[in-house]
């Protein structure tokens, strides 16, 4: 089939523009977002929600307190309402995402090679495709080199699809070797096509379907289960209650069942799920705006977690804009003109060596002008690159062991050979060209043209980056497919030990897993050796974060803990979809950002659920008491009471410890590989509730004994659990000591318990308030009792973590 007119310049603006407005944007229309109901009806469906839901109703049916029912209802309905807006938020910070992190496409317009987003595509337009890119819209081949793309998504096969020009475009998908199609990924070669169909008009948009969802992390895994084995424990605890209180006798049925809601609402986090959305929306949000861009949620808590970096060379650890610096060319032989033959760059665009090579040619006014006859592009496991043209001409370039491997024995090819460790012990990336009189790509016996030293700018911030990760625990290992004398002078300049230095020939063996371990550089790496690598690393109990960039690191980042796809203009679609974080700027120093972030919001995260489980088990505590200690009272706090604490005044501060940016630096805490709950938090948590627990007690005793009705004795239990528990806040946030930085440190936190305070002083001292929620004003005594508890609670809890010699 001929190729069209256009071919070789593309659409002229104006056609594209009309063709956009006709066909639309080059995208599947999306899902229609769920409805208002549907929403509601989800977060109805969460297992606390539920049982709130129950409780509200027996409240109402059971236990004809209206006023109570209602009020466990309408809170209900608040935790929905925060559920909801937070999942509508989500949506619109993953459509958000889905922005920045956009494929785009290489076209031709009016002779002009552009970069412009995939969705601005139209029929008709000419596009180029390369190893690594994503195919932006169904298209026809007009030009094909050694091209190859894994069509998986649509045929299911997992071997990759070769294409031809003039290949077939009709018939089923697998056979269709003349055609490109949307959404797949070009692993080979290169070529030229035009677009024939876009947006829902192409194969995959044509059997797409809503595979919209969203997938847990283990941080959301974890509170989940979490919050299930709350649930559970909720409700046996409550039917225990009731059994045990009829067991004894002396209770009235009606009470008994009051008292058995209360304890399962005691149980309950009601605030837990919205504040962990909240600090993970809110963290997940700056990250962004540091130039980590977090596609997997889970991705914040491994990134928190890493101790080893093993981090490209080109464009991570340097700056990736590569230069001739030095050349030795082979008498006779005219090495800028097989630069010139043997290179992909077009209108300075394309692979960073063949534009540094292109743009030195350029300098001795040497510039490409014969056609090919056959080419091999560059491939990651040949390291070469071999052209064909007139004459004919065979023209290779790449690595120095494997091109002059291919030439004939001479002293030029030895002298060639010998002057390699020279330049790369200056830090130079080298290759080699030769050429031979033949057609035959694979042929041997070529001569040796000269070797080109490339060099690549350390980036500004790399030494501080490693600096940083070490003295975070963190091992940085530099990866390159660069010679090993490169890669050793490289990392020197970087602060990298580079010892050992192991390269990909010299892995073999049954020792290769150990090797790679302790490696602190690897040269000359292979796509396989990447993902041994990464095996090695997790197998030894290490949390890893691969960067890379390109199609053949794609394995690599999605078996890592952490896979780190850099962006920018050498950043492939391919990449980025297999790796969980994006790094804007591709700099080492930004993904050490998000690692200080991602530890710092995992504290938070720990704090926070701390701070809450605490305060709940206190709460439980004290209800038990209730029932065995003080009979007449049956229940020191009513339903409503606690869920007033447990949602609206333990929120604020939970939130408050969620964004909270405690003093020092993340980087010198690591977090435990056993969990948010291991046994020793759990054990803390545990103790903590006792003493508040305790101190409860102990007002609610010295109220009784005074004689006061029970209304002010529940206000006392009220007020005095509030107080201490917005203490608690300071407490787990805590490495050591409680104020070990001053109280006065963490505006957030000081502002929400300093308010949450404020705003239990007024639903306490003003009567039609305090009516809502049974509390009743109290005299001074009272106040001191609750002040007194809130004071003492630091203390005790600083002297058991001292006595226990424990610490977050």
Request: charged share 20%; net charge neutral.
């Amino acid at each position: 089939m001929d190729a069209p007119p256009h071919a070789l310049t593309g659409l002229a603006a104006d056609e594209a523009t009309r063709l956009l407005a006709e066909h639309g944007r080059n995208e599947l229309p999306e899902a229609k977002p769920p409805s208002l109901p549907s929403r509601v009806a989800r977060q109805l469906a969460d297992p606390l929600s539920i049982l709130l839901l129950i409780a509200g109703l027996v409240t109402l049916a059971v236990l004809r307190e209206v006023p109570e029912g209602a009020a466990i209802l309408a809170i209900l309905l608040v935790n929905v309402a925060i559920g909801v807006t937070q999942e509508v938020k989500a949506e619109q910070a993953v459509r958000a995402l889905r922005t920045l992190t956009a494929p785009m496409a290489k076209i031709r317009r009016n002779g002009t090679v552009l970069r412009i987003p995939a969705v601005e595509v139209v029929p008709g337009d000419v596009i180029e495709v390369a190893a690594g890119d994503r195919v932006p819209a169904d298209a026809r081949l007009v030009e094909a080199a050694s091209l190859a793309a894994n069509e998986s998504m649509l045929t299911g096969e997992s071997r990759s699809a070769t294409k031809r020009t003039n290949g077939r475009t009709d018939g089923p998908l697998g056979d269709r070797d003349g055609e490109l199609f949307s959404g797949t990924m070009v692993v080979r070669g290169s070529g030229v096509a035009v677009i024939t169909a876009t947006g829902p008009r192409t194969q995959i948009g044509a059997i797409a379907s809503a595979l919209q969802g969203h997938v847990k992390g283990p941080l959301e895994v974890e509170l989940a289960r979490v919050s299930k084995r709350i649930g559970v424990l909720a409700v046996v605890a409550g039917v225990v209650m009731v059994v045990l209180g009829f067991t004894r006798g002396g209770i009235e049925p009606f009470e008994l069942v009051l008292a058995g809601v209360a304890l399962a609402i005691a149980a309950v986090p009601e605030s837990m799920a919205a504040a962990v959305t909240t600090a993970l929306a809110l963290g997940s949000q700056r990250m962004a705006k540091l130039g980590v861009i977090v596609r997997r949620l889970s991705a914040i808590q491994a990134l928190g977690a890493t101790t080893v970096i093993a981090s490209d060379k080109t464009g991570t650890l340097t700056t990736g804009r590569l230069a001739v610096a030095d050349h030795v060319t082979v008498p006779g032989t005219d090495l800028w003109r097989a630069a010139t033959r043997c290179n992909d760059a077009r209108d300075g665009l394309g692979d960073a060596v063949d534009v540094a090579l292109q743009t030195a040619a350029a300098g001795h006014s040497v510039r490409a002008d014969e056609p090919r006859l056959a080419t091999r592009p560059f491939d990651a496991d040949t390291r070469s690159m071999a052209v064909v043209t007139a004459g004919p001409v065979l023209t290779v370039k790449g690595a120095p062991e494997v091109v002059l491997a291919r030439c004939a024995p001479s002293e030029e090819a030895d002298r060639l050979l010998a002057t390699v460790p020279e330049l790369a012990g200056r830090g130079l990336r080298v290759l080699a060209l030769a050429e031979g009189d033949t057609a035959d790509l694979d042929a041997a016996g070529l001569r040796p043209v000269g070797l080109v030293g490339l060099s690549d700018e350390i980036r500004p911030s790399a030494r501080q980056a490693v600096a940083d990760s070490r003295a975070g625990g963190i091992r940085v290992i530099m990866v390159t497919g660069d010679h090993a004398d490169t890669a050793r002078a490289v990392a020197k300049q970087v602060g990298i030990d580079p010892d050992p230095l192991v390269t990909g020939a010299g892995l073999d063996g049954e020792d290769r897993p150990a090797r790679l371990r302790e490696a602190g550089v690897l040269a000359r790496v292979d796509p396989a050796t990447k993902l041994d690598l990464v095996r090695a690393l997790r197998e030894g109990g290490e949390v890893v974060a691969m960067t890379g960039d390109g199609v053949n690191d794609a394995p690599a980042l999605r078996h890592a803990d952490v896979g780190v796809a850099m962006a920018g203009e050498e950043g492939t679609d391919v990449a980025r979809e297999a790796a969980a974080v994006v790094v804007t700027n591709g700099e080492l120093g930004t993904i050490v950002t998000g690692v200080r972030e991602g530890r710092r919001l995992h504290r938070n995260v720990a704090s926070m659920i701390g701070y809450l489980l605490t305060g709940n088990i206190a709460e439980i505590f004290l209800v038990l008491v209730g029932l065995f200690l003080w009979p007449d009272l049956v229940i020191p706090l009513l339903p409503v009471q606690l869920l007033w604490i447990n949602l609206v005044l333990d929120g604020i501060p939970a939130i408050a410890l969620g964004v909270d940016r405690a003093p020092g630096d993340p980087l010198a805490t690591r977090p435990g590989r056993d969990g948010l709950l291991s046994r020793r938090v759990l054990a803390r948590i545990g103790v903590r509730s006792l003493i508040v627990g305790l101190l409860v007690v102990a007002a609610v005793e010295a109220a009784r004994r005074l004689g006061w009705d029970d209304t002010m004795v529940r206000t006392q239990a009220v007020l005095t659990l509030v107080f201490a528990r917005l203490t608690l806040a300071y407490v787990a946030r805590a490495r050591r000591w409680t104020f070990e930085h001053g109280w006065w440190h963490g505006r957030a936190v000081l502002l929400a318990v300093a308010g949450t305070a404020a705003l239990q002083a007024l639903v306490t001292l003003v009567p039609p308030l305090g009516a809502l929620l049974a509390l009743a004003p109290l005299p001074p005594l009272g106040w001191a009792m609750a002040v007194g508890a809130a004071v003492l609670t630091p203390p005790l809890c600083d002297l058991v973590r001292r006595w226990s010699r424990t610490s977050r």
